[in-house]
């Protein structure tokens, strides 16, 4: 491999990296988003319940004072909840982070492809730029539509990749998804 295919491989590795990076951060932030929306729907229906059951024990003499403030402060709570959650639909958002994701993948396997054709010189250098270039676009094109992530996801993205060998596979692993015929081991 000449310096030329050197060097335009170690920018399109780099790009590899950070579309594997921010595919996964955007399935994290998806995950989480989707668990805190899990979480405050959830205490929505517990605060109703608890406030439609403190209304009900006014019905009652002896319990009327404490329900009613019970009830109250309840009721204040999920005020702010349903407030909270008014704009801020947490399941829309974290589809989008799906859906960015999601396109992301496709540039990322285009990306490895990319490098597989790089490596095994099967395509000319001029072709290589020209893909680089399109995959660039198409990255752009998706992060502009894309919600933002966050630091916790991007945490969770490194811990999954770096520890967890999220991407990895061993040579056996990928032996038992393939026919007899494409198998490498024994």
């Not at 170690?10 to 921010?22: A, L, M, S």
């Not at 982070?97 to 790089?118: F, G, M, T």
Request: aromatic share 6%; hydrophobic share 40%; glycine share 4%.
């Amino acid at each position: 491999m000449n310096d030329a295919a050197r060097v335009l491989e170690g920018q399109i590795r780099e790009c590899y990296g950070r579309v594997v990076y921010t595919h996964k951060t955007h399935e994290k932030c998806a995950d989480l988003l989707l668990e805190r929306h899990k979480r405050i729907k959830l205490l929505q229906i517990i605060l109703s319940a608890l406030v439609t059951g403190g209304i009900l024990t006014t019905l009652s003499d002896e319990w009327d004072l404490w329900a009613t403030g019970i009830s109250a402060v309840l009721s204040t709570a999920l005020l702010a909840l349903n407030s909270y959650t008014k704009d801020y639909d947490l399941g829309e958002i974290a589809q989008k982070h799906r859906r960015a994701a999601a396109d992301i993948w496709l540039v990322r396997e285009k990306y490895l492809s990319l490098l597989s054709d790089l490596r095994s010189s099967s395509s000319a250098l001029g072709d290589v730029r020209i893909v680089r270039d399109s995959l660039l676009s198409d990255l752009h094109a998706i992060y502009t539509g894309a919600p933002s992530t966050n630091y916790k996801a991007y945490r969770e993205a490194q811990r999954a990749l770096q520890s967890l060998e999220d991407m990895t596979f061993s040579e056996a692993e990928i032996d038992a998804f393939l026919p007899r015929d494409l198998k490498r081991g024994s």
